[in-house]
């Protein structure tokens, strides 16, 4: 994605990873998932951010798009785990409250 402020995205990556409490049952998908989520938001350029619906499309490696918020689309989310789709939409969203 353009612009972004590669050590404010690591900060509220971070954070955000540091709020997840790691007993709870999907605690390490969802660390994978903000870590997948960072490389996609730092590489990938299909990717852009929605204001009106506050969700963020993306084109998948997998060749989907994906729109992603508290749902997404993609298998993951399907059956129930957590995926970087939605971890890089919450991440844009904290990544926009510290930038602001
Ligand atoms: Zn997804």
């Given at each position: 994605m353009l612009g972004i402020n590669q050590e404010t995205l690591a900060e509220v990556a971070a954070e955000s990873i540091g709020k997840i409490?790691?007993?709870?049952?999907?605690a390490k998908r969802w660390i994978n998932a903000i870590a997948k989520a960072v490389v996609e938001i730092e590489n990938n350029p299909f990717m852009t951010w929605q204001p009106e619906s506050h969700s963020l499309l993306m084109l998948s490696d997998s060749g989907n798009i994906y729109t992603a918020?508290?749902?997404?689309?993609?298998k993951a989310y399907e059956q129930g785990y957590p995926c970087k789709h939605r971890a890089a939409a919450r991440l844009i969203v904290r990544y926009q409250e510290k930038a602001n």
């Open positions: 409490n790691p007993n709870s049952t999907n918020n508290g749902t997404c689309q993609c």
